[in-house]
C-alpha cells in the first residue's frame, strides 16, 4: 500500500490540525494504521494507531485527550485530529501501515508516507 500524508501547517499554540493519510490499493481495509512523529534532533516516535475495523485506538501518553486518529475505509484514508496543539508537538508527522495488529514500535510498519510538517508557535 502506498501512503501520502497532508494537512500539516503552522499553528500557534492552543490550536488544531486535522492531517490526512490517502492510501492507494484495494486492501487499505485489512492494514493497521499509525502516525508517527519525529521532532528536529530527535528520534521518530508512535503517535498513535487505529485498528483495521477502527474499533481499537492507542495513543501515546503526552498526547492522549488531545488528539484523535480516525479512519474512513471506503475513502482509503486515515486521520488525526490534533486539538490544543502545543509547540513540543512540532515535527514531521509521518503516516505508516501493517497488515498485522496494533502495534507502537517503528520497525513494525513497512508502509510509509513521505511526512508532513506541523510547527506549533507558542
Known amino acids: 500500500v502506498q501512503l501520502q500524508a497532508f494537512g500539516g501547517g503552522l499553528v500557534q499554540a492552543g490550536g488544531s490540525l486535522r492531517l490526512s493519510c490517502a492510501a492507494s490499493g484495494r486492501t487499505f481495509g485489512l492494514y493497521t494504521m499509525a502516525w508517527f512523529r519525529q521532532a528536529p534532533g530527535k528520534e521518530r516516535e508512535f503517535v498513535a494507531s487505529?485498528?483495521?475495523?477502527?474499533?481499537?485506538?492507542d495513543y501515546v501518553a503526552s498526547v492522549k485527550g488531545r488528539f484523535t486518529i480516525s479512519r474512513d475505509n471506503a475513502k482509503n484514508t486515515v486521520y488525526l485530529q490534533m486539538n490544543n496543539l502545543k509547540p513540543e508537538d512540532t515535527a514531521v508527522y509521518y503516516c505508516?501501515?501493517?497488515?498485522?495488529?496494533?502495534?507502537?514500535?517503528?520497525?513494525?510498519?513497512?508502509?510509509w508516507g513521505q511526512g508532513t510538517q506541523v510547527t506549533v508557535s507558542s
Open positions: 505508516a501501515a501493517r497488515a498485522g495488529y496494533q502495534e507502537r514500535q517503528e520497525r513494525e510498519y513497512d508502509n
Open positions: 487505529i485498528s483495521w475495523s477502527g474499533s481499537r485506538t
